[in-house]
């Protein structure tokens, strides 16, 4: 039996984990399912010596808030404007105390708080980048790279990075240039569609593009209609649901990808001469570097590409080498990378915000 | 949940018992948040796939059925996207691919549950339709836009077995009609219809089956008629559909022998029934002596599709004029600059514009539009975020004063009929007009390009557009210098497709990194080798780099000769194994094995 106090309110006593008791109104408490349970099928909670034993997720801090949840709700005459209201700000509360929160009333089996913080904790995790996921709820970064299968930065967009093609390419050129002379037969009849590599890479001489011819487009049509009616593009017709087009599952995590043939052999393929790597007659230049271009433009980019060098404050081959250890440190890897020089280098995290 | 005792009977997740990591997952449904929650770590990831119910595949080949099957074990709707967007323009050679039944067999032995299907640009066959019907007790929802391949035969096996189908959207595919009567096949039990879109079909249905159905559909909020179905019909529907949200109408004509003025009060009335009406769609062979017929609730409207109705201002401005809660608006150029200037000026709500060429063919315009029209709107209505808009004229000028009016702007698709268009009043290009737009507009996630444009115009998007997610190119620029722009400066890119552009090989390989980051690439006609599609295979296994060529196998040509058509996407389950004979698919080792025949067999897994 409960002890009744004189003012008409009875009293269970509740002991959480860490050995300690307290005291509770009987009303408040039994708002918990497991709460209540004990008192009434197990006759528990009457007395300081038969405390109702509260799982082990429930700690003194929790039990507070849920205690303070407990005794506002179960006034009977609130509005439920009020008790949204007091819901709302009920929940304002750090993530870690959510999380703890949520788990102990999970224990409890106190349905509406774990709705609560579990839609609070939805908000928090919302719009949120999965490493920031991580820092706020303390997870472990334990995916391999093979398993994130992370959509890869684009190495290109670091305008160092570009201009270190820049700079390799033009030594590959010379290099190529070099090669060429000693070789006389190196090109055979010129190609016919124009596309030699010099004309290619001029800024001038864009290309002869009307030999391509004015290409009509080939308009069926159909009773579809719509779609095939104008020679440029755009469908007149798709649905504007754009938001579905956020996300491509390949970027998502996919353990076990069959196709991945990422050869052990890549991580050594990490070298100093890429050139090595691309036996094709095909010459992957930076296109922008041309012997072709007119000397003012020339010396421009000349200029403008030593200027970056030594405002990097490193020539080339010692960025890659930094690049190169940075990626052999760290255990997590970035995917392949490939540079316009062509070789494969993997690069960190670290080295793609750098 | 757990009980007292014993908490080992709770798995917990780093802290956190599952059943709460679940509730709280359960509460995050975007696409974007389920992918980041499953990069977190591996516990994570668990959780999530365990629990996810909707998933979006943008690539039917990204991924393989057997791959989704044993990621995610309890799916309840799935959305396949196949053939690429430039399928809409004929540019995908018919038999390419993106049959549907591989999925539709794996998943109807592990999805007993699944509720939706959506499908677009996919070949759906009977068979998967037949699939689909028998195989999901609780189906709910199918979705076919732009598919192919079914007929009327598929339909009536939906209709007769699916119980509870609420949503059946035919979209604007191509349909074999056997016969109309597959409407029929619906029980008369059948009463969970929300929304029926048959605006495709050619030919007419049972009519008095389509009337039986809406009149036992309570729930109908959407109901897309084809244009068998005339004016003079109309009545008989939409009594039993008052409380219709989107209505498509059939042809806004009436039969040789109907007293027009009868039509006309019985439409009339029949629409100020429908008091929660919102979108209207239809009206093929429209006639402006029926438009009168909308206005009971024309001023509630929020979307008008009039691309199907070939009238004239000014009944085409009448009509729209009061639509002054119009957000959407697909229309003709027969709307002219002049009813442009009259929606800027009332539609104050218009969010997305299209308007489409009345003859693309005609060697002159055959109507007054330019490009004062879409500077009129976008001047006038603030909230203009959304624009296709095909005419025949633009300048730089034009553009500028846009892009600066509408900072906001998130898709924008400018088609300037004839190519290569140069800005008319300076004969110049128009990267300035389409640079200004990249610039001031950097929420841009959408954007096609058209008229004379250089390599300039590639150097701007690159630097500006940040955001930008799908770009569509036909006819631009002048060298690999602008394709490398593009592919080195847009971070956000996903998709892009090019045709007739004289992009090569070397940007392409330069920065084939940006490939993997990229949903897809399609370039037609242009001047990329087979040696550096060999290449870009071998580098880069996590490709599948197909050739599309009807000229024959490549090795009969040199190897620096351009292909036909390239279409690059980024997979996980490696090569596909239902090409057709013009499709070849490069190996990692550059070996080419050609499939030459249809075969829908499962890729591997």
Redesign the interface.
């Given at each position: 039996m409960a002890i009744v106090k004189p003012e008409m309110k009875s009293y269970i006593w509740l002991e959480t984990a860490d050995g300690s008791i307290q005291e509770v109104e009987e009303e408040v408490a039994m708002f918990c399912p497991?709460i209540c349970r004990?008192l009434l099928q197990n006759g528990k909670g009457s007395s300081k010596n038969c405390a109702i034993?509260?799982?082990?997720?429930v700690n003194p801090a929790n039990l507070e808030l849920i205690l303070e949840f407990c005794r506002f709700h179960q006034v009977p005459g609130r509005s439920n404007k009020e008790r949204k209201k007091h819901d709302e700000k009920f929940v304002r509360l750090d993530t870690k105390t959510l999380?703890?929160l949520?788990?102990a009333a999970?224990?409890l089996?106190l349905r509406p708080v774990?709705?609560l913080?579990?839609?609070a904790?939805?908000r928090v995790?919302?719009?949120?980048?999965?490493e920031e996921?991580?820092e706020t709820?303390?997870?472990?970064?334990?995916?391999t790279e093979e398993?994130?299968?992370?959509?890869?930065?684009?190495?290109?967009?670091d305008p160092r990075i570009?201009l270190l093609?820049r700079l390799y390419a033009r030594k590959r050129k010379e290099l190529y240039d070099r090669k060429k002379l000693k070789n006389v037969d190196a090109e055979e009849e010129p190609?016919v569609?124009e596309?030699s590599?010099d004309d290619?890479?001029?800024?001038i001489n864009?290309?002869d593009?009307d030999s391509?011819g004015?290409?009509v487009?080939?308009?069926?049509k159909?009773?579809?209609?719509?779609?095939?009616?104008?020679?440029?593009?755009?469908?007149?017709?798709?649905?504007?649901n754009?938001?579905?087009?956020?996300?491509?599952?390949?970027?998502?995590?996919?353990?076990?990808?069959?196709?991945?043939?990422?050869s052990p052999s890549r991580n050594s393929k990490l070298q100093n001469s890429p050139s090595a790597m691309?036996s094709?007659k095909?010459?992957?230049?930076?296109?922008?570097i041309d012997d072709e271009l007119d000397p003012a433009r020339k010396e421009e980019i000349d200029r403008e590409v030593e200027d970056f060098a030594r405002r990097l404050d490193s020539v080339w081959p010692e960025r890659i080498q930094q690049i190169l250890s940075l990626g052999q440190e760290t255990r997590r890897l970035r995917?392949?990378?490939?540079?316009?020089n062509?070789s494969?280098k993997r690069c960190t995290a670290g080295v793609d915000r750098g | 949940m757990s009980t007292l005792a014993p908490h080992f009977r709770t798995v917990m997740v780093n802290s956190l018992p599952l059943e709460v990591l679940e509730h709280i997952f359960s509460d995050i449904t975007s696409d974007k948040d389920r992918n980041s929650i499953s990069l977190v770590c591996k516990s994570w990831y668990e959780a999530e796939r365990c629990c996810r119910k909707s998933v979006f595949i943008g690539n039917c080949y990204a991924v393989s059925p057997s791959i989704l099957i044993r990621r995610f074990p309890d799916l309840r709707s799935v959305t396949i996207k196949g053939k690429p967007h430039f399928a809409d323009f004929d540019l995908v050679p018919e038999g390419w691919g993106a049959y549907f039944y591989p999925w539709a067999v794996s998943m109807a032995k592990a999805y007993p549950f699944l509720e939706e299907i959506r499908l677009k640009r996919m070949v759906v066959c009977d068979e998967s339709l037949e699939l689909i019907s028998k195989s999901f007790k609780n189906f709910r929802v199918l979705v076919l836009q732009s598919c192919e391949g079914f007929t009327t035969d598929g339909l009536a096996a939906i209709a007769a077995n699916c119980r509870n189908l609420r949503q059946l959207d035919l979209g604007e595919s191509e349909v074999e009609d056997l016969s109309g009567h597959w409407l029929s096949h619906f029980p008369d039990s059948c009463t969970s219809l929300v929304s029926l879109n048959i605006a495709c079909l050619a030919s007419e249905v049972s009519f008095s089956a389509l009337e039986r159905l809406v009149a036992r559909s309570p729930h109908l909020r959407t109901l897309r008629l084809n244009r068998a179905v005339s004016i003079e019909k109309l009545p008989k529907l939409l009594r039993h559909a008052s409380k219709l949200v989107e209505f498509g109408t059939g042809s806004y004509s009436a039969d040789m022998q109907a007293d027009v003025s009868e039509v006309f009060v019985n439409v009339s009335q029949a629409f100020s029934g429908c008091n929660q009406l919102k979108g209207l769609s239809g009206f093929w062979d429209a006639v402006p002596a029926y438009f009168p017929t909308i206005y009971p609730v024309h001023s509630k409207l929020t979307s008008l599709n009039l691309s199907y109705a070939t009238i004239q201002i000014p009944d085409l401005g009448k009509l729209i004029g009061n639509c002054l809660n119009l957000q959407r608006l697909w229309v003709l150029d027969y709307i002219e600059d002049s009813g442009l200037e009259e929606i800027a000026n009332t539609c104050k709500e218009l969010q997305e514009l299209r308007v489409f060429p009345s003859d693309p063919f005609a060697p002159g315009p055959n109507v007054s539009l330019t490009e004062q029209g879409l500077v009129a709107v976008s001047m006038g209505c603030p909230k203009l975020q959304s624009v296709l808009y095909f005419c025949r004229q633009m300048t730089n000028d034009a553009l500028v004063t846009i892009a600066r009016n509408r900072p906001h702007m998130i898709r924008f698709r400018l088609c300037i009929i004839e190519p290569r268009t140069p800005d008319y009043l300076t004969l110049e290009p128009l990267d300035t007009g389409f640079g200004a737009i990249v610039q001031h507009c950097k929420e841009l996630r959408r954007l096609s390009l058209s008229g004379l444009l250089t390599d300039r115009v590639f150097e701007y998007i690159g630097v500006h557009a940040k955001k930008l997610e799908m770009l569509s190119l036909a006819f631009a620029g002048d060298s690999d210098l602008g394709l490398h722009y593009v592919l080195s400066g847009c971070e956000s890119l996903r998709k892009l497709e090019i045709r007739d552009c004289p992009f090569g090989d070397e940007a392409l390989l330069a920065n084939a990194a940006k490939l993997e980051t990229m949903r897809s690439l399609w370039m037609s006609n242009c001047s990329v080798s087979f040696e550096a599609c060999k290449l870009l295979a071998q580098k880069l296994p996590g490709l599948n780099v197909e050739v599309i060529d009807e000229r024959g196998h490549p090795d009969t040509r040199p190897e620096s000769c351009p292909v036909e058509k390239l279409y690059i996407y980024r997979t996980v389950s490696g090569r596909r194994f239902d090409t057709p004979g013009f499709v070849w698919i490069i190996d990692e080792d550059a070996a080419l094995t050609p499939y030459s025949n249809g075969n829908c067999s499962l890729a591997s897994s």
């Open positions: 497991v004990e034993s509260l799982p082990e997720r999380c703890d949520a788990s999970d224990s089996q774990v709705d913080t579990s839609r904790l939805a995790i919302e719009g949120k980048t999965p996921i991580r709820f303390h997870l472990p970064d334990d995916l398993e994130k299968l992370e959509p890869l930065r684009n190495m290109t967009d570009r093609n190609r569609d596309r590599v290619l890479l001029s800024f864009s290309g593009q391509k004015v290409r487009t080939k308009n069926k159909k009773s579809r209609g719509r779609k095939e009616q104008a020679r440029n593009l755009s469908s007149n017709n798709e649905a504007g754009y938001n579905k087009e956020s996300n491509c599952h390949t970027s998502g995590c996919l353990n076990g990808d069959t196709n991945n043939g990422s691309f094709s095909l010459d992957l230049d930076d296109f922008d995917p392949i990378s490939m540079n316009g062509g494969m | -």
